[in-house]
């Protein structure tokens, strides 16, 4: 009755390699460092989801033999979020022609209206092939099939941001791709979770928007979940040894990587 992640992307919002650069960890021949943008599909035994899509997502569902989604939440409209949400169009012809259901803040469904005007719960007149979604607020917490999920709240510059706690059959994990802080009130429900994945773009060197080393770190410490995980990260970060330095308890993630919780 495990809870399972697919990390689809783990990327920051320009992806690793970045186009044109030839650092170490973007020539690097290991492919934990090559990083497609943040995006997570969680499975249980009755209900498959993915959080965000990424601009690689299309690429992500076809690498991971991703062929069952029944809903999608969003954590914000950056682009390294959203930009393949128009892809999530095959998942209503896959599930019979029906509306795929999408869980997001009231802003960034505001915000999704205005960057996908196109988008709406009925077929196109013309037959042209266009996304069936319905949208829905999410403030508080909800069932998605046998998962309750719980908005987190967290701050990522000026954009409004949520991560997401998912609770399965007495397990927990926190999900939380973007921040830079992380409020009282959200830290109290991550507390002791099973699995906390946690933004960390890069060491220590700060970010205005991001979680950095020894931020990421701290939160972990307040956390206190029973494995952490780091996502988001830049070229900054070359996988083996950056993880070489993390207490054991808390691994870096890779585009593929399984969890089962
Ligand atoms: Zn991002
Ligand atoms: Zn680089
Ligand atoms: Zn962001």
Known sequence: MALRLTFLGTGTSVGVPQIGCTCPTCTSDDPRDRRRRTGLYVQTPGMAFVVDAPPEFRIACLELKVLDV???????????????????????????????PCYASPETIDAMHRIFPYIGTKPNELGLYRPMIEFHRATRAFHLGDVRVTPLPVVHGNTPTYGYLFEHDGKRVAYVSDCYDIPPKTLAKMRGADVAVLDCLRDTRPHPTHLTLD???????????????????????????????????????????????
């Open 70 to 100: 029944r809903a999608c939440l969003l954590t914000h409209v950056h682009m390294d979020h959203i930009a393949g949400f128009d892809d999530l169009r095959r998942f209503n012809t896959l599930n019979g022609k029906t509306v795929l």
């Open 215 to 261: 931020r990421a770190l701290a939160y972990m410490d307040e956390i206190a979940p029973r494995r952490g995980y780091f996502v988001h990260m830049c070229h900054d970060v070359k996988h083996a040894e950056f993880e070489a330095r993390l207490p054991r308890r808390i691994r870096l993630t890779y585009d593929g990587m399984k969890i089962r919780v």
